[in-house]
């Protein structure tokens, strides 16, 4: 469907769609997160926020996970028919690319909180991040949950099935790799706009993690790596 060089036009529409899912999804899980936050602070006014009156950890959390679910389940309904076709056949490994995957996720991980020792972010107010690390028991559990397990699964899904696949249909390999990283890059401009090394890393690692995905053939490698970068940031912060 989506790699059928011979349909140019078709893969600009593949592309367009992809990039479209992409901007779609991110709205939809700022929309979803801020009505979940809503909702469970109506319903859990006692625990919702902490002092300084921003949301607590464990409810920060609980709103993502649900966000995730909605969001990239409505992609995956939208989707079904390329996820049936093709990801299915590529939901596979081997030890050498399962430690390849492991180690260059690791590795990435490493760099990047090297260089955030070097060139720390702004001191301001506390992060997503901290807020759900400091929530307790419960929030770390599903933190963990969320990185390792479910924001691998989907965004790799997402960037390097659906959005690489129709680059690289489009494009070529190498620069379907690049222009992926760029967006998976962009996807998280939110989150890291005004610090370069997070931006450089989450870019770097779209890079690495594109390029498994070609020499391996495989969408699990890269899920493989993904959840080792962020494992890694979780157990070495």
């Known amino acids: 469907m989506i790699k059928d060089k011979k349909q140019p036009n078709n893969s600009n529409v593949h592309v367009i769609y992809s990039l479209w899912l992409a901007l779609a999804t991110l709205l939809l899980l700022s929309l979803t997160t801020s009505l979940a936050l809503f909702l469970v602070e109506t319903l859990n006014s006692d625990v919702a926020s902490d002092n300084a009156g921003q949301p607590s950890g464990l409810t920060l959390i609980v709103a993502l996970i649900i966000s995730i679910l909605f969001s990239y389940g409505l992609l995956l309904f939208l989707t079904k028919e390329y996820l049936y076709k093709v990801v299915r056949e590529l939901f596979s490994t081997s030890i050498k690319w399962f ?106 690692l779209g890079v690495f993690i594109a390029a498994i995905r070609e020499r391996s053939g495989s969408i699990l490698n890269p899920i493989i790596c993904h959840a080792s970068y962020n494992l890694s940031i979780l157990m070495l912060v």
């Open 99 to 204: 430690l390849v995957s492991l180690l260059i996720g690791f590795a990435v991980a490493v760099v990047t909180l090297q260089l955030s020792q070097l060139y720390p972010p702004e001191i301001g107010r506390s992060s997503t991040f901290e807020l759900i690390k400091n929530g307790g028991f419960y929030a770390q559990a599903l933190l963990i949950i969320g990185t390792v397990v479910l924001a691998p699964l989907f965004e790799e899904y997402l960037f390097r099935g659906l959005i690489y696949d129709a680059m690289r249909a489009r494009f070529g390999v190498y620069l379907a790799i690049f222009l992926s990283a760029v967006v998976f890059m962009a996807f998280h401009l939110l989150e890291y706009y005004n610090y370069w090394v997070g931006l450089t890393a989450i870019f770097v």
